[in-house]
């Protein structure tokens, strides 16, 4: 697809300047304070790492002292909360519901055939 449109495709890894991305890092969890734990969504667009490498990156930045990480929940339903070292604590993630499933019936009420209660 790359080469239909004129690009040419790396195989070669991205550079990343890592004392940029530290900051972007530290910054965002600084403005974050009180508010949900940054995505990682947002974190991808603050730091400009590629997608697969940012919990790489923050859990480097934590082994080094920079910021705190704290996780709670499963592998599948884990919220974390950060900051900076010393500085307050985001609040803990937040939590979407699935849109693939249908929202649960109340007790006490049975769902219709057709969807309705």
């Not at 010393?86 to 519901?97: A, N, Q």
């Amino acid at each position: 697809m790359a080469a239909l449109l004129g690009d040419r495709v790396s195989r070669q890894r991205r550079s990343i300047d890592v004392a940029r991305a530290a900051m972007a890092v530290a910054l965002l969890i600084e403005r974050r304070t009180g508010k949900p734990c940054p995505t990682l969504d947002e974190l991808v667009d603050y730091t400009t790492l590629p997608h697969r490498r940012v919990w790489w990156f923050i859990e480097r930045l934590r082994e080094r002292g920079l910021i705190d990480v704290e996780e709670r929940g499963t592998h599948v339903q884990r919220q974390r909360r950060m900051r900076v070292f010393c500085g307050d604590w985001t609040d803990w993630t937040e939590r979407r519901p699935r849109r693939d499933r249908p929202p649960e019936s109340c007790e006490g009420e049975e769902a219709s055939d057709d969807g309705h209660a």
